[in-house]
């Protein structure tokens, strides 16, 4: 009879499966030591490591791992993928990049290298910067180590996973499309190759493509989760089909579901109910939504408003300051090529459609809600909080930031005068915009404050915005919001700042587009306000307004759900902050007039 092997590993395996890992990890320590060729002792000991208390240790012993093996080998694999978590949980990628770069450079045709490469640079970008597009190096570089991976790879179908994100974080939706059309094609029951074209499509504002392949899904799979039926309801509810409500409330009822899972079915069926005028339901819906999302991405509100106050204090004590520090020089002011224009103010306010209307002048880029000059201040003044940024700033910052900025606009491209960056959070870093470039044309656009919070809270963001979460939370997030902005206008001393509502806009177009026109020094182009004829895509939750003529449609919107705001009541009446930033506009309306 032949003997039974003993499973050295076997108390390190029940301590790991107890959720000991400091010991399994003290036990995989010495098994290391008597058993060193044991590759995969070393590995179970590292995410002993890494899941207990000596994280930094699993790393090491991941490297050193990572360091002698081959792809050929059969623990590469697991070891690369552990290394990826761990350098990813650390959020320090560069010894891991050492190590595959020197990999790469000994094997520059190795696919497995190529894709490993390609993927800490993609993920070194996003935990550092954001999922923001900006131009990028590391991006480039990745795009152009994975595609040229040849056919034959085993992983191959991994690697045009990854490209595809990498594409839509670039905004290369073109070739995103292509490239799933050849894999779908390739392989047709891939249920999550088809859920991320609907979305593609969806995100492109392809609104037939992106229903026919939502309704197709469901037609295919019992199991096809709650974003097909999200894409459906707000881009035509009408379209929806039978039995859709029935599945998506085992989803929003269900104890098993993932969070993100809940939340998608959750505004499904608030929008529903809001297409059939059941307004009461709708938020009722919409709030359970929120405590899902909340639930695994809760906000430190007291650290949010604090940092705005902050943020205020710096902008006036800079206003105040007489004595010149950390002015222009007038070399970097010469700098030719594209200048900046920044259109700032809360998600759902108006910053798209303000945008849309720059971008049909010829001599304006609309390059969306670029991260590259948040990316340029973190590389130049450090991480941190933005308060944190901009004690920091002194002088030379100042200069180096500008440079690289004005840089990296005129890659966006270099034969026009103006690219814009519509990043709404932007309006945190206005006083570091103003710093960087005191000539620089800042656009603040706004709505009635009831009509931004309720957008804000029905609005079923990529990333939520977990301030929105709470109704209470969301009306202090505003008031701060528009303190902030008080604070902004009082002491534009340079008037660079425009006031934008978006109620004038939509009643007045013409006219508030020339005033902002002029005020970012272009002159009036009619074909402006016929943005919609364009085909650029606008990756923002207003996708399909965007497309359309401007209308009033939005307008007042917000007062269906008047008798269920509850916090955000209070929200229209000590809103004076508005009236005040409007008069400024009206007076700099009233000079221009005066000049001609």
Same mark, same amino acid.
């Given at each position: 009879m032949a003997q039974v092997q003993k499973d050295i590993a076997a108390e390190m395996k029940k301590a790991m499966s107890a959720g000991q890992f400091d010991k399994a990890a003290s036990i995989g320590a010495k098994l290391v030591c008597t058993h060193p060729k044991r590759t995969e002792i070393h590995i179970m000991t590292a995410v002993a490591e890494m899941r207990g208390s000596d994280f930094a240790r699993g790393g090491q012993r991941l490297r050193r791992l990572f360091r002698n093996l081959e792809p050929g080998d059969r623990y590469f694999g697991p070891v690369a993928q552990n290394l990826l978590q761990f350098s990813e949980r650390a959020g320090d990628f560069k010894p891991t990049i050492d190590i595959i770069e020197q990999k790469h450079l000994n094997a520059p045709k190795e696919p497995a290298y190529r894709e490993i490469l390609a993927d800490l640079l993609f993920r070194q970008e996003i935990i550092r910067f954001g999922s923001g597009r900006s131009v990028s190096a590391n991006i480039d570089r990745a795009i152009g180590l994975l595609e040229g991976i040849a056919p034959g790879y085993p992983r191959l179908l991994e690697v045009h996973r990854l490209l595809l994100?990498?594409?839509?974080?670039?905004?290369?939706?073109?070739?995103?499309?292509?490239?799933? #059309?050849?894999?779908?094609?390739?392989?047709?029951?891939?249920?999550?190759?088809?859920?991320?074209?609907?979305?593609?499509?969806?995100?492109?504002?392809?609104?037939?493509?992106?229903?026919?392949?939502?309704?197709?899904?469901?037609?295919?799979? /019992?199991?096809?989760?709650?974003?097909?039926?999200?894409?459906?309801? $707000?881009?035509?509810?009408?379209?929806?089909?039978?039995?859709?409500?029935?599945?998506?409330?085992?989803?929003? $009822?269900?104890?098993?579901?993932?969070?993100?899972?809940? !939340?998608?079915?959750?505004?499904?069926?608030?929008?529903?109910?809001?297409?059939?005028?059941?307004?009461?339901?709708?938020?009722? =819906?919409?709030?359970?939504?929120?405590?899902?999302?909340?639930?695994?991405?809760?906000?430190?509100?007291?650290?949010?408003?604090?940092?705005?106050?902050?943020?205020?204090?710096?902008v006036k004590a800079e206003a105040k300051r007489e004595d010149g520090k950390g002015a222009i020089s007038a070399d970097i002011m010469a700098k030719t090529g594209p200048k900046p224009i920044f259109i700032v103010g809360l998600p759902r306010s108006g910053t798209t459609l303000s945008e849309r209307i720059l971008g049909a002048h010829p001599d304006v880029f609309a390059a969306g809600e670029i991260a590259d000059f948040s990316k340029i201040v973190v590389d130049i003044t450090g991480t941190g909080k933005i308060s944190e940024q901009m004690e920091r700033l002194d002088g030379k910052m100042i200069g180096e930031?500008?440079?690289? !900025?004005?840089?990296?606009?005129? *890659?966006? /491209?270099?034969?026009?005068? $103006?690219?814009?960056?519509?990043?709404?959070?932007?309006?945190?870093?206005?006083?570091?915009?103003?710093?960087? $470039?005191?000539?620089?044309?800042?656009?603040?656009?706004?709505?009635?404050?009831?009509?931004?919070?309720?957008?804000?809270?029905?609005?079923?963001?990529?990333?939520?915005?977990? %301030?929105? /979460?709470?109704?209470?939370?969301?009306?202090?997030?505003?008031?701060?919001?528009?303190?902030?902005?008080?604070?902004?206008?009082?002491?534009?001393?340079?008037?660079?700042?425009?006031?934008?509502?978006?109620? #004038?806009?939509?009643?007045?177009?013409?006219?508030?587009?020339?005033? %902002?026109?002029?005020?970012?020094?272009? /002159?009036?182009?009619?074909?402006?306000?016929?943005?919609?004829?364009?085909?650029?895509?606008?990756?923002?939750?207003?996708?399909?307004?965007?497309?359309?003529?401007?209308?009033?449609?939005?307008?007042?919107? =917000?007062?269906?759900? *008047?008798?269920?705001?509850?916090?955000?009541? #209070?929200?229209?009446?000590?809103?004076?902050?508005?009236?005040?930033?409007?008069?400024?506009?009206?007076? =700099?309306?009233?000079?221009?007039?005066?000049?001609?």
């Open positions: 994100r990498v594409y839509m974080h670039c905004e290369m939706i073109q070739k995103a499309l292509d490239l799933l #059309d050849k894999l779908i094609a390739d392989a047709p029951g891939d249920k999550g190759l088809r859920i991320f074209q609907a979305s593609v499509l969806a995100l492109s504002g392809m609104v037939d493509r992106a229903i026919t392949a939502c309704i197709r899904l469901i037609d295919d799979y /019992d199991d096809v989760g709650a974003q097909p039926y999200l894409h459906i309801a $707000f881009l035509r509810p009408e379209a929806m089909p039978v039995g859709a409500a029935d599945t998506l409330s085992k989803i929003a $009822f269900s104890d098993d579901a993932p969070a993100r899972e809940i !939340y998608q079915a959750c505004f499904a069926l608030a929008r529903m109910a809001e297409a059939e005028n059941n307004m009461e339901t709708a938020f009722d =819906w919409y709030r359970r939504g929120h405590e899902a999302n909340r639930q695994v991405s809760p906000i430190d509100m007291p650290m949010e408003l604090a940092e705005m106050e902050r943020i205020g204090e710096l930031i500008r440079k690289r !900025y004005l840089a990296a606009l005129s *890659a966006y /491209d270099p034969n026009v005068k $103006f690219v814009t960056n519509k990043t709404p959070a932007n309006f945190l870093r206005v006083g570091l915009i103003r710093r960087v $470039f005191p000539d620089a044309p800042i656009l603040h656009t706004h709505r009635h404050p009831l009509a931004t919070c309720l957008s804000l809270y029905t609005t079923p963001f990529a990333i939520p915005m977990r %301030y929105a /979460d709470d109704l209470g939370d969301l009306a202090d997030y505003y008031r701060a919001y528009e303190k902030l902005m008080s604070v902004l206008f009082e002491t534009d001393r340079n008037g660079t700042l425009f006031d934008l509502p978006y109620e #004038d806009l939509v009643s007045e177009p013409e006219q508030m587009a020339r005033d %902002y026109l002029a005020h970012c020094g272009l /002159d009036w182009r009619p074909e402006c306000l016929e943005f919609y004829r364009e085909e650029k895509a606008a990756r923002t939750a207003s996708m399909i307004q965007v497309r359309r003529p401007i209308n009033r449609d939005a307008v007042g919107k =917000w007062q269906r759900f *008047a008798p269920y705001i509850g916090p955000l009541v #209070d929200l229209a009446v000590d809103d004076k902050s508005v009236e005040k930033k409007s008069e400024g506009k009206r007076l =700099w309306r009233d000079r221009q007039s005066c000049s001609g």
